[in-house]
C-alpha cells in the first residue's frame, strides 16, 4: 500500500518522460484573443498528479496521456481514460478519484466530468468505473476525511 | 549565619558568599582561594538546599587564575563524589558543566593526570541530562574530551552510550522559546562528538545502519550525514565490517525512496566511502577493499542501465556516478566497466527517447572526467573508446530529436574540455556539426546550444574556429541564395550573426569576426531592403555580445574600441549629413531604434579601457561632436560639415547622433579627463531644453546627468547647476498661458513641418525630461540640490496637465536606468540611495495623496507604486505599518499599472508578513477577488496570485473565508484566458 513497509505491486515500473511545461504563445498574451480549454489544458491538470504507491507523476507513469484525454468546450464535455500500471492494480479506484476531484476542484462548473480505465487494462474495470460514474458515492468518498487526506496528498505539488 | 542549623538560613549565608565570590573572584589572592576551596568542597556535604549556593561558589573559584596545582582536581573528585547532579535542578547543573569547561579550559594537563577517572565522573555527571540548553555544553565537553586527547581508558564504550542516546536528536524548540536553540544546534553538536574518533566507530556504524531504515525522514537524513561526516575520518580498518550492510542500506535507499533530499544525503554518503577506501593507508597484509565494495556496486547497478525505460535506470546510474566521482581510482575502475556497456546500449537501443537516457548517463560520466583535468593516457578507458564515444556523440548530433541533439551537444562541449582527447579530424568533424546545426537546424534551442558549445570550444581550439567555422559564416552571409524566401534568409542571416558572435571569445578569432560584421552592417547601411532597420539592429546586437567579451582582454578591448567605434561614428556621421543635404532619404541608420542599438555597443566597448587608451579616444570624440573635427574617422570626406550642437531644421538628424556621443562619454572611467566639459555641458543643457525631437532632448538631458554624475563636486559643478535649474524652473511655472502654449504648440508643430509629427509632447515633455534625468544624477549623490528638485517633481504630481508624466518619472529615479547612470558606466552611485529616497520622499507623497484632489490622486499612487516596485522587499516588510492603509487604498484605484504595482508589492507581503496582513483579511478577501474581473489580463493574474498567497495566512483567520473565496474562484476557472485561468487552478487548489 502506499507509504508504510508493504512492498511494491510494482517496483520497477516502466517510466515515461514528463513533458515540459507548455510554453506560452503570443496569442495567449493577448489580452484580446479568448483561448479555448483544450486537451492539453486538461491534460496539464492531471499530469503532475501524484501516484499513490510510487514517488513518481500519473504522467511518468503513463497512466494518463494527452491521447486519451477528449475535450469539448463549447459543448463543456470532459472525458478522460487512465491506463492502470498493471491490471490487478489496487490503486485504480484511488487514481481514478483523485482525477475526478482534480478536475471538479480546476474546472467550471458548467462542465460535464467522465474518468473511466482505458478499456481492456484493468481486472475490475466495470466495477471502478461504475464507482467513478457514481456521484452520490463520490461525494460520499470526500466525506471521509481519512480517504480525501490520501487524495489530497496525491493533488499536492512535490516537494 | 554560615553557622546556622536551619538549612534554608545556612543555604542563604552561602548564596550571598558566592554572590560576592563572583563579582569579586579575579581580586583573590592564593591563600584565600585555598581557603575558600577548602571550605566549598567541605560544604557539598551539607544539606542539599545548601548545594546550588555552593557550586555558584565553586564556578566563582574556577575561575580564578590563582588557583593552586591540584585544587582543580580535588573540587572535580569532590564534585563527582558528593553531588548526584542529574537529581539537581538546569541552572545547577549547568553551573556543574561550567565549572568542569572552565577547569578544562585552563588546567588541562592536571585534569589529563586524574586519568580515565576524569572520564567516568563526566559520564557519570551527564549520564541521564534531559535539557536541550545543558546537552549543547556536554556534547562540547565531551568533543573537547576526545579531540584534546583525554585518556577514555575502558570507558569508550560508556562514553558514547551516554552521548549516542541522544541521537537522532528529535527536538522542537517550544513556541517562543527563549533561549533559541534549534534542533540543528544540537543535531550539528551531537554530530560533532560522533564523528570526532574513529573508536566509536564499531558502536555508530550499526546506529546509523538502523536508522537509515527508519520510518522518519529527519533520523535517515541525520543518519546519513553523520556517516558522510564520519568518513572523513575512518579508513578501511573501521568500515570493513559494515561495507555489505552500508551499501546494501544506501542502495535500498536509493531505489525507493521519493525524497531528493534523502537521495542526495544516500549519494553523497556513497561517494564519502568510496573517496575514503581510496585514500586509507593500508599495512602491507591488509587487502585493499575498495575494488570489491566497488564490483558489489557494479554489480547491483549496471544491469539496470540496460533497461533505459524502466524507473530504476537513473537511481543506479547516480550511485555509479557517486561511487566514480570518489577517487581518480573508483572513476577509473566503475569507467572501465560502464563506458563500454553504455556504448553497447546506445547502438541496442534505436528509440530516440531511449537513447537519450543512455546518453544522458554516458554524459553524466564524461563530467565526472573533467574533475581530473586533462585524459592521462596510460589508465584511460575514455582515450581507448575515443572513437566509439564520439561516433555515438556525432550520431546523436544527426538524430532528428532536438532532445538528443541537445544531449549530444552537451556532450561534444565536455569531450572538447578534455583537453588532448580529440583528434584534429575530429575537431574538424566537431566545427562542421556545430555549424550545421547553429545555422540550419530548424529548432531554436538546438541551434542555440550548438552555438553556446562553440562558445566554450572556441577558445580552447582557436585556430580550429577562426579557421574553418569564421570563414564558413561570412561566406553563408554575403551569399544571395535563389529561390529561397526572403524570411529564410534573413533568418539564416540572422544566426550567423547569433553565431559570429558566440566563437568571439579569443582575441585571435575577435581580429577575424570584429571585420566580418562590420563588413556586414556597412552592406546592410547601403542595401534598400525594406527590413534592415531589423537587421542592423541584429548586427549591433552581436557586435554588442562580442564587445561584452572583449572585456575581460585589455588587448582585444582596446582593438576592438578601435576598429568599432569610429567605424560607427563614420556611418552614423555621413549618414546625418546625407540627410542633412537630402531630407526625408530616411536612412536606417538614424532611425532611434537603431540608434538605440548602437548604444550599448559603444558602452561596453569603453567602460573597460584602460585610462590612457581612453584619453587618447576621449580627445578625438569630443572635437568630432564640438567643432566638427572628422579628421581620425575612416572615410573622412564628407559633402558638410558636422554641427550637432548647432541650430537650423536641416541639422535635426545630426543631433541625434548625440546618442552616440552619450554612449561614448558616459560610458568613461571616471577619471578620465574630458576636454571642454564645461562647453560640453552647456551644449547639452541648450539642446535639451530647445529640441523639439523628443528623443535628441531626452538624450541631451540622459547625457548632461551622465556627465553631472561624474564631475567633482565643487564650484563649477554648483555653477552649471544653477544654470540648469534657471532654465528649468521658468519652463516648469506656473502661469495663465500654459495650456493655451501647450495647445498652441501642439497644433503648429506638425502644421510647420508638414509630416506626421513624431514629438507629440513638444516643450512641456522635453521639460519634464530633464528635471527627472537630472534629479536622478543628484539623488544619487545627495547634492544639496538633490532635494530641492525631488520636491519639484513632487509638486508637479498635483499638476493635472504633466502630473501623469511626472508621476512615471519615479519609476526613473528608482530604476537602474541601462545606459547612463549606473554603476557598469562607472557612475557614482551609493548603496542605498533607493532606501534613502524612500525614507526621505515616501511620507511626502503620502501626505500629497491625502491632501490631493481626487483627479490627481492617481498620480501620487503611482509615483509611490513605482517606487515600491523597486524597493528591496525585506525594507518593505519594516515599513509596512505606515504604508498598507495606502496600499489597500490603492488596490481600489482604476489606475492598471498602480492595481498591478499595488498587487506586485502585496503578494509579497503575505508571504512574508502574514501576522499583520491577517488583521486586513476581510478587505484584501473582497479587494482580490473583485480584480480577479479586472478588463486587463495582467490584472486578473496578480490578483489570483495573491489570493493564491492569501493561503499562506493562519487557516484560522482563512476559515471564514473560505466557502466564499473558493465560490468566487470558480468563475476566473472559465475565464477566456489560458494564462489567467491557470492562475486560478493553482488558487483555487490551494484553498
Redesign the interface.
Known sequence: GPGGGAA?EN???????RSGERP?TAR??D?EL??S?DDR?IF??IRSINDPE???TLEELNVVEQVRVKVNDAESTVAVEFTPTIPHCSMATLIGLSIKV?LI??????FKLDVHITPGTHASEHAVNKQLADKERVAAALENSHLLEVVNQC?SAR? | CLENTDPRTRGRGIQLLSQVLLQCYSLLQEKEVLHLVLFYENRLQDHHLVIPSVLQGLRALSMCEVLSPGLAVSVLKAIFQEVHVQSLLQLDRHTVYSIITNFMGTREEELKGLGADFTFGFIQVMDGEKDPRNLLVAFQIVHDLITKNYALGPFVEELFEVTSCYFPIDFTPPPNDPHGIQREDLILSLRAVLASTPQFAEFLLPLLIEKMDSDLQSAKLDSLQTLTACCAIYGQKELQEFLPSLWSSLRREV??????KVEAECLAALHALSACLSCSVLSSDTEDLLDSFLSSILQDCRH?LC?P????VWPSAKLLQAAAGASLRTYHRVTRSVLPLLLEQYTKHPQS?QRRTILEMLLGFLELQQKWGHVEEDESTLLSLRAPVCSVVFSALTDPSVQLQLVGTRALTVLGSLQGLLSPSDLELVVDHLIRLALHEEDSQSSEAAMEAAGSLAPIYPKVFSGRMVPRLEEELQSEREGESPRDHRSLRQRCLQALAAVSIHTSIVRETVPVLLQHLRKVHKGSESGNTQDMVSVCQSLHRVALQCQRDTESCWYYHQAVVPCLLAMAVQAAMQESTHPLLGKALLKEEVLAAMVPVISAATTHLSPELAAQSVSHVVPLFLEGEVTFLPQNSFPCSFQPFEDGECLEAQRRLVVLLMAFVCSLPRDVVIPQQERLLRELLVLSCSCNCPFTATTAAKCFAGLVNKHPAGQQLDEILQLAVNRMEPGLAEGPRRTQALTLLLWVRPALDGGAGESQGGRPGADSALPAQVTKALVLRYHPLSSRLTDKLLGLLGDAELGPAAADGFSLLMAESPDVLHKGCHADVRIMFRQRFFTDNVPKLVQGFHGAGPDVKANYLKGLSHVLNHLPKPVLVTELPTLLSLLLEALSCSDRVVQLSTLGCLQPLLLEAPQIMSLHVDTLVTKFLSLTSS???AVRIAALRCAHALTSLPTTVLLPYKARVIRAL?KP??D????V??EA?AA??EW
Open positions: 511494491l517496483a520497477n515500473p516502466l517510466i515515461y518522460r506560452v495567449e498574451e489580452d479568448p483561448d480549454i489544458e496539464d491538470l510510487h514517488p513518481l482534480k476542484r480546476s474546472l467550471p462548473e458548467r493533488l516537494s | 531505489f525507493q525512496t521519493a525524497s531528493e539496470h533497461e525505460d524502466m524507473k530504476l527517447s478588463p486587463a489580463m470558480a476557472l472559465d477566456k484566458k489560458r494564462l485561468r491557470k487552478v483555487r487548489g
